[in-house]
């Protein structure tokens, strides 16, 4: 049995749980230790099996946790050696290991694919996770989908697939027109809208499991990004994720 957890996602903060009955692997740590490990125990997720934490790039919504976490649980922290550099010297790990992107990784009985992403960032990576037959793909912070990310999209079985924002709340709404333009670029983020539309274009055969990630709090509701996608709930199991509380486990 596979179990997955968004442990926290949106724009401020994420962390994406992936694991089996004996090992786990984390992506990213943008909240504290303390919280990380408090929605873990409350959704029942031991946290003796996380082996790892891979980290996709340097921004802080994504790394502000990973130092302490890792020191906490005495685990490795995976990154690029160009996102360890470009990282804020605060949030560096003291243990670490770099990959470079499609080299796979495995620790235990995990794999971790980690691949290039567009974004901006310094080396950004997404990661496709094999696990007990399974994929699962951690597919945020995705300006436009790129041939190497649908590759990697088509073989999962379940992912946690951006929806930052709506195009029209972003566009109408607070931010500075050069935030909106940096948000809605190639190198920026996925709308409620491009995800639908790459869901319905590259879904594997054997996609069941979608949960709807990284939010904007300024740019999206959960309502807009649920009644998007409203057209496929009956051919996948579509949920939500919050930046509040972990989404709850789902299980492969």
């Not at 997404?126 to 041939?147: L, W, Y």
Request: net charge negative.
């Amino acid at each position: 049995m596979v179990e997955i957890c968004a442990i926290a996602s949106g724009s401020n903060g994420n962390c994406y749980y992936v694991g089996n009955g004996s090992d786990a692997v984390l992506v990213d740590v943008g909240i504290s230790r303390k919280q990380v490990l408090l929605r873990m125990e409350a959704m029942g997720l031991d946290k003796h099996k996380v082996r790892a934490i891979f980290i996709s790039h340097e921004h802080a919504d994504h790394m502000r946790g990973v130092k302490v976490l890792s020191k906490v649980l005495d685990i490795p922290v995976y990154l690029t050696k160009k996102t360890y550099e470009s990282s804020w010297n605060p949030n560096r790990p003291g243990k670490y290991a770099f990959f470079e992107p499609d080299q796979p990784v495995t620790i235990g009985s995990v794999t971790v694919h980690p691949f290039l992403k567009n974004h901006d960032a310094i080396e950004p990576c997404s990661f496709r996770i094999e696990i007990n037959g399974k994929q699962v793909g951690v597919f945020t912070d995705i300006g436009e989908p790129c041939e190497n990310m649908i590759s990697h999209f088509k073989q999962c079985d379940a992912m946690f697939l951006e929806t930052n924002y709506d195009e029209e709340m972003l566009w109408n709404g607070p931010y500075p027109y050069y935030l909106k333009q940096r948000v809605a670029s190639t190198n920026g983020h996925l709308s409620n809208i491009q995800a639908l539309t790459l869901l319905k274009e590259h879904a594997g055969a054997n996609l069941n499991h979608v949960l709807l990630s990284h939010l904007s709090q300024e740019n999206n509701t959960p309502e807009l990004a649920v009644n998007t996608f409203s057209e496929l709930n009956a051919r996948y199991n579509i949920q939500l994720t919050s930046r509040l509380e972990a989404s709850g486990v789902f299980t492969l």
